[in-house]
């Protein structure tokens, strides 16, 4: 049996199509699923809710969090022999797509549908959620710890971008790490110029999720091998467009070009990163002065709570 996972090449995700050609809505169907489960598998973490409206012309609505997942889907509706419109999915890759709550009741139970089939997990009083959708009187909403989950929109109250870019900047007793924090920024730089290396953890050749790994570990903390992995730690400090709660130590979690999390770098403040990439190895990049790259930022995670 084929084993779907996230997949990093497009080439991987073309192999396995489980049709050759659109010939009903069921195949169109068939295909939106497949290629949400090789770039999207863990629906506790990534939106991918899309719907076939018509497959003459073949058209897709909905909601992904990920655009770049939306790539692999016309990639693979190309290789079934027709185009794929896509226009009108909406994707939560920009500041102006996301509000923002605070909870307001004792707990806030986040469920798997707007039908309260399952209960996924429980935000608490006065924790802060990212409203992604808001469908009558319930709400698609991340948890702090990146969970989603369908909440009432009678536990929380609406507050600013302001207001929850300083809940997250005061949070999880930044004065206690602080010093802690600069150490591992003093980590990071020592391995500046090592050469990338995929597999690799130390300074002799490195990755990215092996980088953030290494620094990691020498002040005492084991993060799983792979950045998609690493992805489901931490809590949520910072998304497309609003980087102000990044602190030093903080993760930076970013696309492939058809999906998935591909990439992962570790803050230095709220205006510069450090990551193993390509043939520059461990280099330091500054926000505004890599636009292509910030383009498939997907969030950042807090590991130091």
């Known amino acids: ?26 195949d169109a169907e068939m ?19 899309l719907n076939v409206e018509s497959i003459d012309p073949f058209l897709v609505k909905g909601f992904a969090s990920n655009p770049f997942a939306l790539n692999a889907l016309q990639k693979a509706a190309e290789a079934a022999g027709c185009s794929c419109d896509v226009s009108f999915v909406q ?4 500041a102006d797509a996301f509000s923002f709550g605070r909870v307001v009741k004792t707990e806030c139970p986040l469920f798997l549908t707007r039908e309260k089939e399952e209960r996924l997990d429980t935000a608490v009083q006065n924790d802060p959620l990212i409203v992604l959708r808001r469908v009558e009187c319930r709400a698609l909403v991340h948890a702090p710890n990146g969970y989603l989950g369908w909440v009432d929109n009678s536990d929380y109250r609406t507050i600013s971008r302001e207001e929850w870019t300083k809940i997250i900047s005061r949070q999880n007793s930044i004065a206690f790490f602080g010093d802690l924090r600069k150490e591992m920024a003093g980590i990071a730089k020592r391995f500046l110029g090592a050469p990338y290396v995929w597999g690799g953890v130390d300074e002799s050749g490195i990755d990215c999720s092996g980088f953030v790994g290494s620094v990691y570990r020498q002040i005492g903390v084991q993060l799983p091998r792979d950045a998609d992995q690493q992805f489901a730690a931490g809590v949520i400090c910072a998304l497309p467009g609003i980087y102000d709660g990044f602190r030093e130590g903080d993760l930076l979690f970013f696309s492939g070009d058809y999906g998935g999390v591909s990439h992962v770098g570790m803050a230095l403040g709220p205006h510069e990163f450090i990551h193993a990439r390509g043939e520059n190895g461990v280099e330091i990049t500054k926000m505004q002065e890599d636009e292509q790259l910030m383009k498939s930022f997907l969030l950042g995670k807090r590991i130091l709570r």
């Open 91 to 94: 994707t939560f890759s920009q």
């Open 31 to 49: 295909l939106c699923d497949y290629v949400g489960r090789c770039t999207s598998p863990d629906v506790r973490l990534q939106v991918w809710d």
């Open 1 to 26: 049996m084929t084993q779907l996972q996230p997949r990093r090449n497009i080439n991987r995700i073309l192999e396995d199509l489980p049709i050759d050609r659109i010939a009903s809505m069921r």
